[in-house]
């Protein structure tokens, strides 16, 4: 990639007024990308000792994102600003190879999450066996499988080289017009990492809802619809829609003109277009934290925890010289911690309503719930209980 002819790929072939308008967006979204990364990895180390192993793969996409954002973003705005790619060409290679490697990371990511999520609410008999050590195997595998495909360019198969635009790298479109193995690397990349993922991540997604679905209205014809099953239902199916539109957003532009440009002739695919769908493929180093932050409440509510924590601080600090403030400040802390105290999901509320007093045959009297389990325990929906829809489900996958 050191002679002349290659070196002219790394000039900017959009416009100014374009490349200024990519290294403005870039910019938002890498600082965006940068709080919103960090503020989950944060939350994370703050909640470390209760994780689930689920939650594992949460942080695991954290760190790809933020890791594609440090590597990739500083590069990419000042060569748009400069109008050229305006460092050397082995850098070049660092930046498509990280490019590859952290976006197929946060991909594979989402998809063996998609999987685990199915496995712990459609078959909880064998989900409620995933351990940490599972969790761990796959974040390993999810890295591996990753790496492959990024190291295959490195090795011969596939080639990595200047983007259509010009100001930045990936993989070389031109090279499957010249070269058999970098036509089998970009079908291998279009199937495997585009096709399987966003198959297994439909699946798993569609059947989750089914199961609530069906659990839900087997539950309604024993208690009122005004129920904890309702809200669980309402949080996975805002989960489920936001992540799978959130994949088909980022990675479909890319993958539709990528395959443009290796299967017909990429002199008659608009730069623009590469730019346009490399944007996209980069947003979501943003949206991905702020799915789970919205959307994941446990997170959501040690978040605010540790925000309303750093509020009572701050203002004990502020208002040391006067005794009525630091006291309201003080108790502010009490209540926070008060709070943090309790057990999350409602348990203390659900648990302490279970306690009843001895009826006269000796036996402990039930609440509602566990009726309308024991009554589902011969259904066909024994196998996603009303216990297990409610705690651990939105413990676990919400």
């Known amino acids: 990639m050191g002679n002349a002819s290659e070196m002219n790929l790394l000039v900017s072939s959009i416009s100014k007024e374009n490349d200024f308008l990519m290294a403005t967006i870039y910019t938002i979204f890498g600082v965006l990308s940068l709080m919103g990364n960090g503020i989950l990895l944060f939350v994370a180390y703050r909640k470390k000792s209760s994780l689930k192993p689920a939650e594992f793969f949460v942080v695991n996409l954290a760190i790809s994102d933020l890791s594609m954002t440090i590597s990739l973003f500083p590069l990419a705005i000042p060569s748009a600003l400069a109008h050229r790619w305006l460092f050397n060409p082995s850098l070049c290679t660092v930046y498509a190879f990280c490019g590859v490697l952290f976006g197929l990371s946060s991909l594979t990511n989402l998809?063996?999450?998609?999987?685990?999520?199915?496995?712990?609410v459609c078959c909880p008999n064998y989900g409620n066996k995933f351990s940490y050590w599972h969790a761990c195997l796959l974040v390993a595998a999810v890295w591996c499988y990753a790496m492959v495909f990024a190291l295959?360019?490195?090795?011969?198969?596939?080639?990595?080289?200047?983007?259509?635009?010009?100001?930045?790298c990936c993989i070389d479109w031109n090279a499957p017009s010249h070269s058999r193995a970098a036509m089998s690397y970009i079908i291998c990349l279009f199937f495997f990492c585009y096709i399987v993922p966003c198959t297994v991540i439909a699946l798993s997604y569609a059947f989750i809802l089914m199961t609530v679905r069906g659990s839900r209205q087997a539950v309604q014809q024993h208690?009122?619809?005004?129920?904890?099953?309702?809200?669980?239902?309402?949080?996975?199916?805002?989960?489920?829609?936001?992540?799978?539109?959130?994949f088909l957003i980022a990675w479909s532009p890319y993958a539709i003109v990528s395959m443009w440009a290796a299967f017909g002739d990429p002199q008659n695919v608009p730069p623009m277009a590469f730019a346009l769908a490399a944007m996209f493929a980069?947003?979501?180093t943003l949206y991905n934290p702020v799915i789970y932050l919205v959307f994941k409440p446990n997170f959501r509510k040690s978040l605010c925890r540790d925000v309303a924590l750093f509020r009572g601080t701050l203002c004990a600090c502020l208002f040391q010289a006067d005794p009525i403030q630091k006291g309201a400040c003080e108790q502010l802390q009490l209540n926070v911690e008060h709070d943090s105290a309790r057990p999350p999901n409602g348990l203390h509320d659900s648990q302490s309503s279970r306690q009843c007093p001895e009826s006269?045959?000796?036996?402990?009297?039930s609440d509602t719930p566990q009726k309308t389990k024991r009554m589902l325990a011969g259904s066909l929906n024994s196998e996603l209980t009303v216990s297990q829809l409610s705690n651990e489900a939105q413990s676990d996958f919400l």
């Open 111 to 120: 998809t063996v999450l998609s999987s685990v999520c199915w496995l712990k």
């Open 152 to 168: 295959g360019p490195l090795s011969g198969w596939g080639q990595y080289g200047a983007e259509p635009y010009g100001t930045a």
């Open 223 to 246: 208690m009122s619809p005004q129920n904890k099953v309702a809200n669980t239902q309402t949080l996975i199916v805002k989960l489920s829609v936001a992540v799978c539109l959130g």
């Open 282 to 284: 980069k947003s979501s």
């Open 360 to 365: 006269g045959s000796g036996e402990h009297c």
